[in-house]
């Protein structure tokens, strides 16, 4: 069973910044994608995934301000300029074949 391990969240004010890390237990490359999704109330969203090969994507609500990456051990998300809208519980999410893994969540809350 893959596990997805987060960190990183917190309690930020607007406009501050904040990195977001998710380490699976197997290695990075082994999937073809890693994905962060935000839960606000309502339903779960994709905020940012990275391709196996390194493409990355966003929505429109993170483009310009949040970037993920990746290394060898970890996938990050890294936001700037956060806004409360911002809020919510992050979740990892990894995916191979048909099959996903999701992390436990960690909390960022914006705060004015």
């Known amino acids: 069973q893959v596990q997805l391990v987060e960190s990183g969240g917190g309690l930020v004010q607007a406009g501050g910044s904040l990195t977001l890390s998710c380490a699976p237990s197997e290695s990075i490359f082994d999937f073809n994608y890693m994905c962060w999704y935000r839960q606000a109330p309502g339903a779960r969203e994709l905020v940012a995934r990275i391709s196996v090969g390194g493409s990355t994507n966003y929505a429109d609500s993170a483009n310009g301000r949040f970037t993920i990456s990746r290394d060898n051990i970890a996938v990050y998300l890294h936001m700037v300029d956060l806004k409360s809208e911002d809020t919510g519980v992050y979740y990892c999410?990894?995916?191979?074949?048909?099959?996903?893994?999701w992390g436990q969540g960690t909390q960022v809350t914006v705060f004015s």
């Open positions: 999410n990894a995916s191979r074949m048909s099959r996903n893994w």
